[in-house]
Structure formats: C-alpha cells, structure tokens
C-alpha cells in the first residue's frame, strides 16, 4: 500500500467532483477533499441530488463519500491539510477589457493562488488541472512562491481530457494522463508524486510526463483538434446538402483510412460545451500575442465555420418552412450540448432558441436532464418558449421538430402518434442525423437531415 496522501481539489465543478470521486475510489491510501467557494454545490454533493448528472457518477461517489472523499467549503482547513492540490476552477473566457471575448478569465485562478498561498502552512504540489493559457504555471509559481515563510510550491500541468456524458468511463480508462513539471529534480519528483496516484488504476504506459509548457499547451492543440474535424465534417455536410452526396457515407468512407480515423466525424448542427470555443479562442488569443497571426486565423476559422453551422441550421428551417415561423409552434428535441449530460454551456440550442424567437417562432423545448439549464440559459429572453418534459406534449400542434440532441429517447419516440398530433404540412430538422428518416418520410413528414438530401413530401 502507497503512503497515505491528502488530496484536496479547488473547484467541484463538472471536471473537479468526477476527478475526484475516481481518485478516491482507486487510491484508497488518499483522504480526498474537494472544496468550492459555492455552498449550494458542496450541498448538493453531500446529498442524494448530485449537482450534475453523469453516468455512473452517483454508484462512485456513493462507494467512496465519507470513507475517503469529503466535500466541503472550510477552503482554508483543505488547504492547509492537504499534500497535493488540484486546482480544478472554472477558466472562461473573458467577457470585459483587454482580451475580452478570446483570453482565459484567470480572476478565479488567481484567487486561488493566492488562497493556497495564504492559507499554506508546508511545501505542497499544487497542479493545473484547469485549462489554461500556456505559461500560466509561470505566473502561478511567481505568485506562490513570492512568500517569505521559506514555503516552496511545485506547480505541475495535468489538464484534463473527459468528457461530459462519459467523464466517468473516460477517468477511469483514460487514453492517456499528461503531467508537466519543470524540468528540475523537484519538478520531477513532484510530476512522479503526482504519477504514483495515477499509477494505482491507469498502466504507466499511458501517463506521459512531458516539460510543463508541453501539458499546458497540449490540453488547448487537443481541443482544437477535435472541434476542428467537427468544422471540417460539418463544412462537407453542406457541401452534401447540394451535391446529394450523404455526410455519413462520405464520414465513413474518409475516416476509414486509418490515418485518419472514423470518431470526431459526425455532423451536427454544430459543436458545444464549455471547453471548445472557450479553448481555441484563447489559443487564437494566445497566437495573436505572439504575433502569429496566421496561426491564429487558422485555429479561429475553426469557430467561425461552428457559428456558420448553427445560423445555418435556422436558415434552412426557415427556407423550407415558406419562409416564416412566425407564431409557429416549433418543438426542439434536446437543449443539453451533448447527450448523457444536463450541461447546456455553449449548446447550439441556446444559438437556434434565440434565432427562432427573433423570427417569432413559439419554441417549445424538451430534454431528458436541461430543462433547469435551459431555463436559466433562457431566463429574460424575449418571444414565446415554453419549456415540456414530455416531448409527445412538446410536439402537439407543432409545425415543426428540430433534433438538437443526440438522445437515444428520441430515436424511440411514436412517431406515428407524434405527427397525427402536429400541424401538417409537418417538418422534421434532424441536426443530429440519429432519426430513421426514411420512415419518418413514409409516415408523412418533411425530413431534413444534416448532410443528406431532403425527404420532402409531394
Ligand atoms: P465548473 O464551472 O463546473 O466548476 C468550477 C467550480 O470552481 C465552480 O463550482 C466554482 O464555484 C468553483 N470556484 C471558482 N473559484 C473558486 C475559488 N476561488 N475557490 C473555490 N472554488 C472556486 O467548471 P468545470 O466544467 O468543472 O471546468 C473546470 C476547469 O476544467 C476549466 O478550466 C475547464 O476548461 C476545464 N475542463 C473542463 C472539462 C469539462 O468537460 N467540463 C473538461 C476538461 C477540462
Ligand atoms: C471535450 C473534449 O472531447 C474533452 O476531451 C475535453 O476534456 C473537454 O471538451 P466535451 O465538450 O465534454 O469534451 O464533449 P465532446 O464529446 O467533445 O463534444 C463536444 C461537442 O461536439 C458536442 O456538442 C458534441 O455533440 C459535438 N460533436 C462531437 C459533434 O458534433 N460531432 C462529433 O463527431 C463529436
């Protein structure tokens, strides 16, 4: 049995309370503690009610909550107890002054350098585990080690590669962990402390330790490489919509070359998350600083084609849909950014809701796990939504269903009972091609799928 390690995490959010929980579960010889400035959240955490749903989440931290995970706000007491900790805030993107719209929001990062700082009473390891512009660590071992207590904080880089709908699988079986140090002994001992807790679930051939600088930047090229294959399948997908030739088929014929490979190639109305746009337009930001800016219109290209993606979608429901949806009743299937989360930060959903109210449409929405995230994201907005967790009621006296969701329910549904309940001439928008579209088109309806030629009815 390793040594026994207290563990603490700032920020248990969506990456810092999975994390965590996993650690916990696989390093019985570590007392983990996760903190949060935000005591609705550690409340939730502490309850049946996880604050963020996620397969598998709530089996985990049932095993391991009062044995060897803690919740808790006493930011301090964690700090000061704690050996390793992970710091695991939220790193938006900025939304005033210099940088504003493309640079990292660091205030939260900052705050907690400074906490540890205050509050450290030994030397520590402090780790990234946020995603960060490259070269935060410099900044952060400035901060930390100004003190004159003689302390000394090791900053290591081990961002974080899950992702939401599947955190728990991918924590648990990761394709790799990064972890970057200085290059000193400290530096190496600390990035092989921080290894070692790894090492009692994850083969060490798949924890890479690289320079800091490496991990830093790494977590941002990793993100703009699978939003950009999404850009790329979705500038073919209307390449399709007039050629007739069928995204699918052509995702599969492209992505069977092994240099290329089949996954990140599916076209959609277009990507979410909080991680994708806030992470290139940092690395765009980041470029520009640098003077590169050819690199930076490269990486930016990448979004600008995702926005193009999303006003699409709506301009084509709008085409087909005799050039108005006003006060049509329109029903969106799913508002999550993804399925198999309630996550609804930078959906396209947000996008399409708002495009549709300003076209005054009556938007109905329905989601399995969003519908309180779409109603905060929605929250004062002007025009007609409702919000209807049955999406049989969703849809009745609909014009039109727009697919925004890749839920599995959707694929399920009664169709048959759903059209008979639905204004006709009636329209399907599949922005996630999961629907049996031929079916659809044989039961009555009006089928658009993203990449593939219309299904209209006589
Ligand atoms: P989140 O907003 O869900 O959670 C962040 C938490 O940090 C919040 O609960 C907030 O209250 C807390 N916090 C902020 N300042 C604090 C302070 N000073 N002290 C204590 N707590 C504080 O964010 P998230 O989705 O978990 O993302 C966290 C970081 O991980 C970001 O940098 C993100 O880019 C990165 N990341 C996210 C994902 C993902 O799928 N969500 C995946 C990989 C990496
Ligand atoms: C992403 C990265 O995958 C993960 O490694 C990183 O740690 C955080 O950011 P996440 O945003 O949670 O994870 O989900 P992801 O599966 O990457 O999906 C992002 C968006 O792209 C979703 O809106 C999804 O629907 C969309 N997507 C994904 C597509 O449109 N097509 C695809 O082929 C894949």
Not at 32 to 43: C, F, G, L, M
Not at 178 to 196: F, K, M, Y
Request: net charge negative; glycine share 6%.
């Amino acid at each position: 049995m390793p040594n026994p390690v207290n563990v603490l995490c700032i920020g248990a959010g969506y990456v810092g309370g999975p994390t965590m929980a996993v650690i916990a579960d696989r390093c019985p010889h570590a007392r983990v503690t996760v903190v949060d400035i935000n005591a609705d959240r550690i409340a939730a955490w502490n309850s049946d009610t996880l604050p963020i749903y996620e397969p598998g989440l709530d089996e985990v931290v049932r095993r391991v909550r009062g044995r060897n995970l803690f919740f808790s706000t006493d930011i301090a007491c964690g700090i000061r107890d704690a050996d390793i900790i992970f710091v695991s805030v939220n790193t938006p993107t900025k939304n005033f002054g210099e940088g504003c719209g493309r640079a990292a929001d660091l205030q939260h990062w900052e705050k907690t350098a400074r906490q540890i700082l205050a509050n450290s009473t030994a030397n520590k390891i402090v780790v990234e585990k946020s995603t960060l512009p490259v070269r935060t660590a410099q900044a952060m071992d400035r901060i930390l080690n100004s003190n004159t207590r003689g302390l000394r904080f090791e900053v290591v880089s081990n961002p974080e590669f899950l992702a939401e709908g599947s955190a728990i699988r991918d924590l648990e079986n990761p394709d790799r962990v990064l972890i970057g140090s200085h290059e000193t002994p400290e530096g190496r001992r600390a990035r092989r402390a921080v290894a070692d807790l790894y090492a009692s679930w994850v083969p060490r051939e798949r924890i890479i330790e690289s320079n800091i600088w490496s991990a830093e930047l790494s977590k941002l090229a990793a993100n703009a490489f699978l939003a950009q294959r999404i850009s790329s399948i979705n500038s073919i997908s209307a390449l399709c919509e007039v050629t007739e030739a069928d995204v699918d088929e052509v995702a599969y014929a492209v992505g069977t070359d092994s240099r290329i490979g089949p996954r990140f190639l599916k076209a959609s109305v277009g990507f979410g998350g909080s991680c994708f746009h806030k992470d290139i337009l940092n690395l765009v930001y980041i470029a520009e600083s640098y003077g590169l800016h050819e690199v930076a219109r490269y990486w930016e290209s990448v979004v600008r084609m995702n926005d193009w993606q999303e006003a699409r979608f709506v301009r084509r429901m709008l085409a087909n849909m005799f050039n108005t949806v006003a006060g049509k009743r329109i029903a969106l299937f799913g508002f999550a950014f993804k399925a198999n989360t309630g996550d609804t930060r930078e959906s396209p959903a947000i996008v399409v809701t708002r495009q549709l109210l300003a076209d005054h449409a009556h938007v109905v929405i329905t989601d399995p796990k969003a519908l309180d995230n779409a109603r905060h994201d929605l929250a004062g907005v002007d025009g007609h939504v409702e919000f209807e967790a049955d999406p049989y009621k969703a849809a009745e006296g609909a014009h039109a269903i727009a697919v925004l969701t890749e839920w599995d329910v959707y694929k399920e549904l009664d169709y048959k009972r759903i059209l008979e309940s639905m204004e006709r001439p009636a329209f399907v928008f599949d922005g996630r091609n999961i629907l049996d579209h031929r079916r659809l088109f044989e039961l009555g309806f009006n089928v658009f799928p993203i990449g593939k030629s219309p299904l209209k009815q006589p």
